[in-house]
């Protein structure tokens, strides 16, 4: 059991990452990308490459994937920005098509539907990472130093900017803003801590190929953001556990037929989203912010009563 908790664990932390680097786009600069799997996958390619033909060091593979996936998504952002909204989409979707393929034929490099196997393990100063719970640390601090990165350029002067931006591009440009700089650049910095999650991802299963890589997974690292909470530091956090804790619960449900699990999980995140939509459409941990908020209000018109 505890073996199994620990590997839950590192899983949730990996997509934790993805879904807080997502809502770094989605939720404050207002874009909305169906590509994020793709650089999911690249970063775990790149890392697996490096690993397996230079060096295991983990720094040195995380490095290059940033720096790799980062240059495939300026490469997308760039052009893609000087458009609004569906555009974009489309252009994310484009490229997420796009990697599937190239993830799928590059047969050289990515194994094909086989995929890269035997993967060594991750060594950081000379040190290699072995065992569950190690890497389960090694996944707990990335992710930590995730979520400060992402906490400090959201408070920072570029974070108001993208909120600015979100909110309204035309008002924003009228005060100067360089909104598709701006824009290009939250693309980059979201896409390049992705690759963090990929390399995680590639060391911890020792195998990986395109199947993990496609549209599903971006849409269901989507999922995430919103059924969490888009634009919030914690929506993410509980989207992530919430969808990939669900899966694990059902599988213990006696009367439910092991080969139906799969079928009913995405009829739940379906429903979760339609609720949500109805009921919460910013998301739960948007929810539980108005419901403190109203709380604090209703203690201090209490307090003013008293007084």
């Keep these: 059991m505890l073996a199994y908790l620990v590997n839950l664990t590192t899983l949730v932390a990996i997509n934790v990452i993805l879904a807080v680097t997502l809502n770094f786009v989605i939720g404050y600069a207002g874009i909305f990308s169906l590509a994020h799997a793709a650089f999911f996958g690249i970063g775990a390619y790149a890392a697996a490459y490096v690993a397996m033909h230079f060096t295991t060091d983990f720094l040195a593979c995380v490095a290059v994937a940033m720096v790799l996936t980062g240059l495939v998504s300026l490469a997308l952002a760039m052009p893609a920005l000087r458009v609004r909204g569906e555009y974009f989409v489309a252009a994310s979707l484009g490229l997420q098509i796009l990697a599937v ?101 590639a060391f911890y299963l020792s195998f990986i190929n395109v199947e993990s890589f496609t549209l599903d997974t971006s849409v269901l690292i989507m999922a995430m953001v919103i059924i969490g909470g888009a634009g919030t530091l914690a929506g993410p956090i509980i989207g992530a556990v919430l969808l990939l804790v669900l ?61």
């Design 101 to 201: 393929t190239v993830f799928t034929e590059w047969k050289s490099v990515t194994g094909g539907i086989g995929g890269v196997v035997g993967i060594p393990s991750p060594t950081i100063f000379g040190r290699p990472i072995v065992g569950t719970t190690a890497f389960m640390v090694l996944a707990l601090v990335c992710l930590a130093i995730t979520l400060a990165i992402i906490a400090a350029l959201v408070r920072s002067a570029f974070g108001r900017n993208l909120k600015a931006i979100r909110d309204s591009e035309s008002a924003a440009g009228a005060f100067g803003k360089q909104v598709a700089l701006i824009k290009t650049f939250s693309v980059v910095i979201s896409s390049s801590l992705a690759a963090v999650a990929g390399a995680l991802y």
């Design 247 to 307: 899966p694990s619960a059902l599988s213990y449900l006696w009367f439910l037929p092991p080969t139906e699990i799969g079928s009913i999980q995405q009829i739940l995140y379906g429903l979760a989203l339609v609720l949500l939509m109805i009921f919460y459409p910013g998301g739960l941990a948007g929810a539980l912010t108005r419901g403190a908020g109203k709380d604090r209000q209703g203690d201090r018109e209490a307090g003013a009563v008293k007084a």
